[in-house]
């Protein structure tokens, strides 16, 4: 083999192994790569936690009428309000013009089941959580900057603009209901 050939053998065997490495080093990276990634990307999802109260049940049959419980649904405090006769007729003959964000009380219940009421804990102001059975219209009192709301949840004096809202929520049967 004559030096020039056995040169060229050696540059082909050169190149041969410089591609190797380059190769190889590439696939290394991009394994790397996504092993980090992956990671990552799941921290983007939600947690477990989260997504198991996607939805809340509540039972219906331990509270009492006039009685408020207060349940979470996604982290956030939602009021169940067992409404009396008083209370709904009250709710249903206030004059919306007297409203800041006027709304029916009957546009704020399933139909039918007048006596519930479920609306979102958290005051439209500053989001503060309101004390049930409190304050001029016996509904919700946030005492943070002096919210009133009546019992159909609805602003009625101070600085909040909105009323508290009403999540999603369906009936499952007469006494049980799933919010979300």
């Known amino acids: ?34 092993a980090a990634a992956i990671p990552f990307i799941s921290s983007l999802s939600p947690d477990a936690g989260v997504l198991a109260v996607g939805s ?8 009492k009428e006039g009685e408020t419980i207060t349940v979470m649904w996604r982290g956030t405090p939602v009021f169940v309000r067992h ?6 007729a009250e709710a249903q003959k206030v004059d919306l013009k007297n409203l ?9 219940v ?10 979102a804990g958290v005051c439209t102001h500053l989001g503060c959580v309101p004390l049930g059975n409190k304050g001029d219209y016996n509904g919700w009192f946030c005492p ?3 919210s009133h709301y009546d019992t159909s949840a ?27």
């Open 1 to 34: 083999m004559s030096e020039n050939e056995q040169h060229s053998s050696d540059q082909q065997e050169e190149v041969t192994r410089r591609d190797f490495v380059v190769t190889t080093a590439t696939v290394v990276g991009c394994v790397a790569g996504a």
């Open 56 to 63: 809340t049940e509540v039972d219906l049959s331990n509270i």
């Open 100 to 108: 800041p964000d006027p709304q029916t009380d009957s546009d704020r």
């Open 110 to 119: 399933k139909k039918g089941r007048e006596q519930w009421l479920i609306a």
């Open 154 to 180: 609805r602003i009625r004096k101070g600085p909040a603009p909105k009323n508290l809202p009403v999540p999603p929520y369906e009936f499952l049967d007469d006494k049980t209901i799933k919010i979300g």
């Open 83 to 88: 409404r009396t006769k008083e209370e709904i």
């Open 144 to 146: 943070c900057h002096g």
